[in-house]
């Protein structure tokens, strides 16, 4: 247990009473001795993410900023903010990707960690906090732990204290009360990034990709710890990320009265397909059948299990369940991949 972490979120009951369910998420994952105070991302990590899995995830959606780029008139310099940045791998998988196009990368991350490590790609300029101007905002894997609040029927879980032991404690909902019996996550974290791009985007485009589903908040809440499901969020607090899934319709109502257009969102297979990793994976196999026949085993197994772990990014019961969610400003088009 982080010590920091634990003695900040008690300081805060004692001082207020029962804190919502939000601001336990601020506290156990972006607050002193937080679990993001430390990069958490990579294999060394406590979790993954499709940059890691295999470098086509960058070449793919590579593809995509490149349709935007297009859309947006080919602007020089073409301004890429990536909103939850981690170790950098996806940076400088777009990078690569996109180095014939001009492109100005800003690698955005609460965690002072983060920053020192992103600080040392070449060509990324490292900020704490989205800034105004971008034309396209990339959040992988962010809104799910951005914090939410939680309420059943009439009433809210909030955080409170028992005998110095987190417990939920059940307090009267102030707004429209929810089914009895039945959970409701309120992503109030993911509305004020929505309201963020809302201000910041002058002209452009954000993709918005994470676990989730439509019209409502998809799975239990749930940590990550070494690799490893965490069940009980509020034992450790500080150890372990907090997550759910994503409601993509209230993300995308949300987006409409803010003023911005709300793409249909689609699984990461749908987009991964479109923008063609099927021609990948055929060329890849092209690549191995010519090692086997030059003899070269060796760097042909390697192919095999590159390609292996690459279908895990489409695989509807992996990553391939994953949602895309396109947000533009008015009068943009919809890309073709969306199509």
């Given amino acids: 247990m982080s010590g920091r972490a634990v003695e900040s979120i008690r300081r805060a009951i004692r001082e207020r009473g029962p804190i919502t ?20 991302v990579g294999p060394a990590g406590d979790f993954v993410t499709s940059p890691h899995v295999h470098p086509v995830f960058g070449v793919m959606l590579g593809h995509a900023i490149r349709d935007l ?29 996109l180095a014939d196009v001009g492109v100005e990368y800003e690698a955005i991350d609460v ?29 992988n894997e962010l809104l799910d732990n951005l914090p939410f ?14 005998d110095e032991r987190l417990v939920e404690i059940e307090t009267p909902w102030g707004g429209d009360p929810v089914e009895a019996g039945r959970e409701t996550i309120v992503p109030v ?6 309201d963020r791009l809302a201000t910041v985007l002058i ?18 809440i749930h940590g990550y710890r070494d690799h490893r499901v965490v069940e009980d969020v509020l034992a450790d607090p500080g150890s372990s990320d907090v997550t759910v899934g994503v409601d993509f319709a209230s993300i995308a109502r949300h987006a409409r009265e803010r003023g911005l257009v709300a793409f249909t969102s689609v699984t990461q297979h749908d987009a991964m397909v479109a923008l063609g990793f099927e021609q990948w994976l055929r060329e890849e196999l092209d690549r191995q059948t010519v090692l086997l026949d030059a003899r070269d085993g060796l760097e042909a197994v390697r192919t095999w299990s590159g390609r292996s772990r690459a279908t895990l990014l489409v695989d509807p019961a992996a990553l391939g369940r994953l949602r895309w969610l396109l947000l533009a400003t008015p009068r943009l088009p919809r890309p073709r991949w969306l199509s």
């Fill in 21 to 40: 369910f939000a601001e336990y998420m601020e506290l156990a994952l972006y607050g002193p001795g937080g679990f993001y105070e430390r990069p958490p």
């Fill in 69 to 97: 780029f297009e859309a947006l008139d080919r602007p020089a310099p073409l301004r890429i903010a990536e909103v939850g940045a981690g170790d950098g791998t996806l940076a400088m998988g777009l990078l690569r990707e």
């Fill in 111 to 139: 965690s002072a960690g983060a920053r020192s490590e992103l600080s040392t790609i070449h060509g990324v300029r490292v900020r704490s906090e989205l800034t105004n101007g971008p034309h396209v905002v990339i959040a």
């Fill in 149 to 162: 609040r939680r309420v059943r029927g009439r009433w809210e879980v909030r955080i409170g204290l028992e």
């Fill in 189 to 194: 974290g993911a509305w004020a990034f929505v």
């Fill in 203 to 220: 002209r452009g485009y954000a993709l918005l990709i994470d676990y989730g589903d439509i019209g409502s908040a998809g799975g239990e």
